[in-house]
């Protein structure tokens, strides 16, 4: 799963893979459900979009994930 890097690259860095999720913690998921109330609002002010570069077949098993746990991603 690991590409070729060109001779004339200066990375040394080592790639890990995206592992299964942890289990569950359901206090913990319910308090980020629960969230506060008073930043409902204040979401449309910091929003940000984060671009990532993913092969083909990683976009694939992200999409299969997120349909599996009923979460849309584009």
């Given at each position: 799963?690991?590409?070729?890097?060109?001779?004339?690259?200066?990375r040394?860095?080592?790639?890990?893979?995206?592992?299964?999720?942890?289990?569950?913690?359901?206090?913990?998921?319910?308090?980020?459900?629960?969230?506060?109330?008073?930043?409902l609002?204040?979401?449309?002010?910091?929003?940000?979009?984060?671009?990532?570069?993913?092969?083909?077949?990683?976009?694939?098993?992200?999409?299969?994930?997120?349909?599996?746990q009923?979460?849309?991603?584009?």
């Open positions: 799963m690991t590409a070729k890097q060109p001779p004339n690259s200066k040394t860095g080592k790639r890990v893979g995206i592992g299964a999720r942890p289990p569950a913690n359901p206090h913990a998921e319910a308090w980020i459900r629960q969230g506060d109330a008073d930043a609002g204040k979401g449309d002010l910091y929003t940000a979009r984060l671009t990532l570069d993913i092969t083909p077949a990683m976009r694939a098993r992200i999409k299969v994930s997120a349909f599996t009923g979460v849309t991603v584009a």
